[in-house]
């Protein structure tokens, strides 16, 4: 059975750091896309970061990039996101997913099949 288990989100405030961990399990990640969504209230879930597994290449949002960075531990199986500079319109729950290896770069919620339960990150002003 794969789980994903997210942890680290919290309260801070701007200009503060976080860094969000996932713990995944259950299965073979060889070649799967895993990455960071997040939901903010009465907003669609959207990508943050994602990272092949086994290796490079990397995506960001262009609202993340140059503050955010993902990475994956795999002898530890975890995959994490660190998040420096935060801005308040980066409050959302935010969830891993793991994609299977069909598209080239999966960037669309719809496009993974495993996810986490999710974790609240709020930053205030």
């Known amino acids: 059975q794969v789980q994903l288990v997210e942890s680290g989100g919290g309260l801070v405030q701007a200009g503060d750091s976080l860094r969000l961990s996932c713990v995944v399990s259950?299965?073979?990640?060889?070649?799967?896309?895993v990455g960071w969504f997040r939901q903010a209230p009465g907003k669609e879930r959207e990508v943050v970061a994602a990272i092949n597994w086994s290796g490079e290449p990397t995506y960001y949002a262009d609202s993340v990039k140059g503050r955010f960075t993902i990475s994956r531990d795999n002898a530890k199986n975890t995959l994490s996101l660190q998040m420096n500079s935060l801005k308040p319109e980066d409050t959302a729950v935010y969830y891993c997913a793991a994609a299977k290896p069909i598209y080239l770069t999966p960037v669309r919620a719809r496009e993974y099949d495993y996810w986490g339960q999710g974790t609240q990150v709020t930053v205030s002003s």
């Open positions: 259950g299965h073979t990640f060889n070649n799967y896309y």
